[in-house]
């Protein structure tokens, strides 16, 4: 499973960003039938789950991003989206997506964001 991450930054507390996360070699079909999630590692973390959306249309959020984060999909461009506003100097962590799903798992290669105050 090929992943490709985009949309990492720099903002100052309390701006917004959007990760984009593409499966370009997944047919629309396999997409659909996929789990999407993304992951951040802050450095000397744990890497952490902070949203999925399933393939029957559930989504879950990590408690400390509830209400700041926003995960969707598009099928048709085969892409998982991470509205993330709100930001605070605690989400700096490289974020990772992550696809499972019938045909196995992959991880995209991480994209950083950094929140300063």
């Known amino acids: 499973v090929q992943l490709q991450a985009y949309g990492g930054g720099s903002v100052q507390t309390g701006g917004s960003l959007r990760l984009s996360c593409a499966a370009p070699?997944?047919?629309?079909?396999?997409?659909?039938?996929?789990?999407m999630g993304w992951y951040r590692q802050a450095p000397g973390m744990q890497r952490e789950l902070v949203a999925m959306?399933?393939?029957?249309?559930?989504?879950n959020y990590a408690d400390s991003v509830k209400g700041r984060f926003t995960i969707s999909r598009d099928s048709s461009k085969k892409r998982v989206y991470l509205q993330i506003n709100t930001l605070q100097p605690g989400d700096t962590a490289v974020y990772y997506c992550h696809a499972d799903g019938p045909y196995g798992a992959g991880w995209g290669q991480g994209t950083q964001v950094t929140v300063s105050s």
């Open positions: 959306t399933n393939s029957d249309g559930r989504k």
């Open positions: 070699r997944m047919i629309t079909s396999t997409f659909n039938q996929y789990n």
